[in-house]
């Protein structure tokens, strides 16, 4: 007999992952399918990193790792935030997980008790709105569209804070937007949180390294709410470590300790590999992996372009990660031999079936009127699937 918890039956399945199953399954059954559903670097992880992960093998860095992370790297990470985000903490602040994923189940489960209140910004990450309900907390959204380029009203902000409000959680420069707030927006976010000081902000800021809008921008930056945010940031996207599973967190001092209880008892420390090449990574100015950021803008160009020829499509110009999140509201309703498109759920399948390009539906990141395409691929791969889209597309009347 299987006993599945509720908790685990309540959960959704992640659709990033499930779109990219489906277009393996396919590419298995010899289907040409080109793949924009995954937020992964396509880019190798740079020599210079691999070298160093090498060496710790070679170095017999194989024993068991301090829960938080080596010294020596927490310490650099504390280091990175001074060099990069003129941002004080000391290395106990720094708390390093197996991939920022982990870092944020950390959180939830540090500082949620049953019904407590999270307000998330939408479009969010899928992950945030499952970790939320695992802990048995109550996610609570703020919606957004493209007309505001994705970013929420903070009036709304004030007025969905409550007695049970425990954490607020957003990311910039954001997936699945792209979108990045400014200094100036986030001041203002930071002088609502800062009337609540038993708020907590959880700003992930995994796409730092991936910003075209120029210096990078964090809400701890501010002194009204410093103590009252943690910053999430890893090595996956501005790097391309995905496999790698590095993330760590800069908190204030009490939740960093609470997160290490709580990893402590799960996965203790992170693979002692990962923690030598992240060193590495981390210890180098950014602008030694400059070369990754330079190709995505032309790709977000390149993609951007295309989809605003295409009729029926209302694309933005996202200022950050490597996504773009077209709203195509405009096709529901439309049909195919007999398919009709109800929501973007539906469009997403016609254009993978038809198309043979695999994306993800805005409403699994809360948003129910767009797609997320990644453009972390090729050109020549962005090119062709831009073409078979805008073909997918005009099959619809």
Known sequence: MQHVAQRIKNMKPSATLEMAQKSRELKQQGIDIISLSLGEPDFDTPDFIKEAGIEAIQENYSKYPPVPGFLELREAIANKFKRDNNLDYNASQIVVSTGAKQSLANIFLSVLNEGDEVIIFAPYWVTYYEQIKMAQGVPVVINSDISTDFKINVKEL????????????????????????????????????????????????????????????????????????????????????????????????????????????????????????????????????????????????????????????????????????????????????????????????????????????????????????????????????????KEALGLLN
């Open 158 to 389: 004030e007025e969905a804070i409550t007695d049970k409000t425990q954490l607020i959680i957003f990311s910039s420069p954001c997936n699945p937007s792209g979108t990045v707030f400014t200094k100036e927006e986030l001041k203002q976010i930071a002088d609502v949180v800062a009337k609540h000081p038993d708020v907590i902000i959880i700003s992930d800021e995994i796409y730092e390294l991936i910003n075209f809008s120029g210096k990078h921008e964090s809400i701890a930056q501010f002194d009204n709410v410093k103590e009252q945010t943690v910053i999430v940031n890893g090595v996956s996207k501005g790097f391309a470590m995905t496999g790698w599973r590095l993330g760590y967190i800069a908190a204030p001092q009490w939740l960093a300790d609470a997160c290490i209880k709580a990893q402590g008892q799960i996965t203790s420390g992170t693979s002692s590999i990962s923690q030598r090449a992240a060193l590495e990574a981390i210890s180098n100015p950014p602008e030694k992996v400059s070369y990754m950021l330079k190709e995505f803008k032309e790709r977000r160009e390149l993609v951007v372009n295309a989809l605003n020829e295409i009729k029926g499509v209302e694309c933005n110009n996202p200022q950050g990660a490597f996504y773009v999140f077209p709203d195509v509201s405009a096709f529901f309703g439309k049909s195919y031999q007999g398919q009709t498109i109800n929501n973007a759920s539906d469009l997403s399948l016609f254009i993978l079936e038809q198309g043979r390009v695999s994306l993800v539906t805005g409403e699994a990141f809360g948003s129910e009127t767009t797609i997320r395409i990644s453009y972390a691929a090729s050109k020549e791969s962005l090119i062709e699937a831009m073409k078979r889209i």
